[in-house]
């Protein structure tokens, strides 16, 4: 998960999520739109997650979720189910 200087989160999935983080980061072609514009940008939460399908799965979770239940998965008051 990534915050924008304005707060707001950004969940998302990569095999490589340093590089993925970085391109963001820069605002080039292969950011994401919905980060262009509002950085900078801070990685506040990261987990290894088996395979794509199972990372699916996880990110979808998330986004399900509340702020409150967000802010809880970050401060380690919330895990995130097992894929």
């Known amino acids: ?10 969940t998302g999935i990569s095999p ?3 590089r993925r983080f970085t391109e963001h980061q820069s ?8 980060l262009k514009g509002k ?3 801070t990685m506040i939460y990261q987990v ?4 794509r399908s199972q990372a699916s ?8 979720l509340t702020r409150q239940q967000k802010q809880a998965l970050v401060a380690g008051r919330l895990a995130l189910p097992d894929y």
């Open 16 to 18: 490589d999520p340093v």
């Open 39 to 41: 950085g900078p940008l």
């Open 57 to 64: 799965r996880a990110e979808h979770w998330v986004k399900s």
């Open 1 to 10: 998960m990534v915050e924008t200087r304005l707060g707001h989160w950004y």
């Open 48 to 51: 290894p997650v088996g395979d």
């Open 27 to 34: 605002g080039g072609p292969k950011a994401a739109k919905a």
